[in-house]
């Protein structure tokens, strides 16, 4: 019962800031995950292992609600999504076993620079929309990148928004269709990337039960109820405070983040 509480304080710690910054809570859920995880007697060298699944199964059910908003305002390139999601899910079921692979170390470091990177990014205001525009995206390009992000999202435990948003405005995208369209790539990231975690760590004897390989249970259910049920307020605390303000907010505890994942 204990765990299930710290889990359910993580979830609501998360969900306000994922409304409340705009983003799909990986980069809050992963290394909240990995820090809880630390202190339940969990292995070493499987905790981040485990706190990337488990935060992809969480974005599997979120991601979903975002999509339908999105698609509502007519904000998502479907077209582009024929050959872009099934490229991010390939992708994105290849990276959980390449992070099966490698050291929980590794993993910590990839999440650690991500988190500087996206800090960077909010802290100058780097806008999508100021990117030079080159020519929409041809079916083999979308292809190949859509692999490649999609492994890349797996490895850090994220819907790919960061990263697919930017790469759809360099070619030319609208810059709301960008954004729509980054969301909805995140349902095919999340549920393949959350299955190949799955697949990765069935029956390896260091995880803690009840577990669906290296998705916690626990976990995934605090998570999933009070990231949901809290995001609404983090959204409506957004629309007081100063966006600018808000940006720099989050930007900071990202390389507070990066700091704790390359320290050790």
């Known amino acids: ?44 060298e ?35 999504l024929r050959v872009y999601g099934p490229a991010l899910a390939i992708g994105a079921l290849a990276g959980a076993f390449v992070a099966d692979a490698l050291p929980g170390q590794a993993l910590r470091k990839l999440v650690g620079i991500s988190s ?37 999202s797996s490895l850090i435990g994220i819907g790919g928004g960061s990263l697919t948003g930017p790469y759809l405005a360099l070619r030319g995208i609208a810059l709301r269709e960008c954004v729509g369209t980054a969301a909805a790539g995140g349902i095919p990231i999340a549920w393949a990337g959350a299955f190949g975690y799955v697949l990765a760590g069935w029956g390896h004897a260091g995880v803690p039960a009840p577990s669906l390989g290296y998705v916690s249970g626990p976990a995934f259910a605090g998570l999933a109820v009070a990231s949901t049920l809290m995001a609404p307020l983090g959204a409506r605390l957004a629309h007081s405070l100063s966006p600018r303000k808000l940006q720099l907010s989050f930007a900071a505890m990202l390389v507070l983040v990066a700091y704790e994942m390359l320290r050790t």
């Open 1 to 44: 019962m204990e765990t299930l509480l710290i889990f359910l304080a993580t979830g609501a710690v998360a969900g306000v800031l994922a409304g409340l910054f705009g983003i799909g809570g990986g980069m809050v859920m992963v290394p909240a995950l990995a820090l809880v995880l630390a202190r339940q007697n969990v292995p070493p």
């Open 46 to 80: 499987i905790v981040m292992h485990i706190s990337l699944g488990t935060s992809l199964a969480v974005i599997a059910l979120t991601s979903i609600t975002s999509t339908l908003s999105h698609h509502r305002r007519g904000g998502v390139r479907w077209d582009l």
């Open 116 to 152: 500087l990177l996206i800090a960077m990014q909010m802290a100058f205001d780097y806008k999508f929309g100021a990117m030079q525009r080159l020519a929409a995206p041809r079916t083999t390009e979308l292809g190949v990148s859509g692999g490649i992000i999609g492994m890349l």
